[in-house]
């Protein structure tokens, strides 16, 4: 299972989006709003995405809830992860049981696909700082997002899919938006880490895998998290023990450019530790990468990025 993860254009599969699978680099597909239609047809295309590969690949979609939903006729209607925060702040209980139906319920969805998982559970702070972020976290205080959270693991895990914790440090402080540009992070280690806590919680309920995000928190490193070894290996192997696979956020976008252009940033992004790196938006990019492969992966990233594959 290589490192790579590619989109693609439309709702079938095209005959040089099959010739990427076959390549040993490629391990992944995310799924986008243009490539469904309906359960049926997007079913199908995962089922040819498969057949094409010819060997174990991960599929996965971002299908969070609210406005980052990109399956929605045929699918329920997820409302934000902020109404399960409200409904906490009167009804902590009962605000844990919408949690856990809320991971089983989407877990069982995507089953029906054949979809490995969705890139879920936002469990960044919700500082009031971030329109990106805004209504995708869970609530304002740390221990709040790490319950529900945690209790959205447990009910993802009761359907059988893994869950991807992102994104690692925390985006909730800052208000640029990292698809457009860099996000800068000026507080200490010691400020930063509240916003640990629910990475670290969800971890110990079974989180699978996280996503880093595409900011940069000079006060701890200068490179943001995918190409910092002081956060992948100090921090979320060494400090919080983290065992799972890390998946960097989006390689094209705008916040990922610090370290050059797409093969210095894959290079970078191994060379940290990252286990699987999502390029959007880009196949000719990811085309010329595979051309002329020549990046070494970390040791035992095949085994970590396995376990996120939904039982055959």
């Given at each position: 299972m290589g490192p790579l993860m590619i989109d693609l254009e439309g709702l079938a599969l095209q005959a040089a989006e099959a010739?990427?699978?076959?390549?040993?680099?490629?391990?992944?597909?995310?799924?986008?709003?243009?490539?469904?239609r309906r359960p049926d047809q997007v079913r199908s295309l995962v089922a040819a995405i498969r057949?094409?590969?010819?060997?174990?690949?991960?599929?996965?979609i971002d299908q969070e809830g609210g406005r980052v939903q990109r399956m929605r006729?045929?699918?329920?209607?997820?409302?934000?992860a902020r109404v399960l925060g409200q409904v906490h702040d009167s009804d902590p209980?009962?605000?844990?049981?919408?949690?856990?139906?809320?991971?089983?319920?989407?877990?069982?969805?995507?089953?029906?696909?054949?979809?490995?998982?969705?890139?879920?559970?936002?469990?960044?702070?919700?500082?009031?700082r971030s329109d990106v972020i805004g209504d995708r976290a869970l609530h304002g205080d740390p221990e709040v997002v790490s319950i529900l959270g945690a209790a959205f693991v447990q009910g993802a895990a009761s359907g059988g899919m893994a869950c991807v914790a992102k994104h690692f440090p925390g985006h909730g402080w800052v208000a640029a938006d990292s698809h457009v540009e860099m996000p800068v992070?000026?507080?200490?280690?010691?400020?930063?880490?509240?916003?640990?806590?629910?990475?670290?919680?969800?971890f110990a309920a079974g989180a699978g895998a996280v996503m880093t995000a595409h900011v940069q928190y000079p006060a701890v490193d200068d490179p943001t998290p995918?190409?910092?070894?002081?956060?992948?290996?100090?921090?979320?192997?060494?400090?919080?023990?983290?065992?799972?696979?890390i998946f960097a956020d989006d390689l094209s976008m705008h916040g990922a450019g610090q370290a050059g252009d797409l093969?210095?940033?894959?290079?970078?992004?191994?060379?940290?530790?990252?286990?699987?790196?999502?390029?959007?938006?880009?196949?000719?990019?990811?085309?010329?990468?595979?051309?002329d492969w020549r990046y070494d992966v970390m040791p035992g990233s095949a085994a970590?990025?396995?376990?996120?594959?939904?039982?055959?």
């Open positions: 010739d990427l699978l076959r390549h040993e680099a490629v391990g992944g597909v995310i799924l986008f709003s243009r490539n469904y057949s094409a590969a010819a060997r174990p690949v991960l599929v996965a006729s045929g699918f329920s209607a997820l409302p934000p209980g009962r605000a844990m049981e919408l949690a856990r139906a809320r991971g089983r319920l989407l877990a069982l969805e995507l089953d029906a696909v054949g979809i490995d998982f969705s890139f879920t559970p936002v469990v960044d702070v919700d500082h009031g992070d000026e507080r200490d280690y010691s400020a930063l880490l509240a916003d640990l806590v629910p990475f670290e919680r969800l995918c190409y910092s070894r002081r956060w992948m290996s100090d921090e979320l192997r060494g400090r919080m023990g983290f065992s799972g696979a093969g210095q940033r894959v290079e970078a992004a191994l060379e940290a530790g990252c286990d699987m790196l999502p390029i959007c938006n880009d196949p000719e990019g990811v085309r010329e990468l595979i051309r970590r990025l396995a376990r996120l594959r939904r039982a055959a």
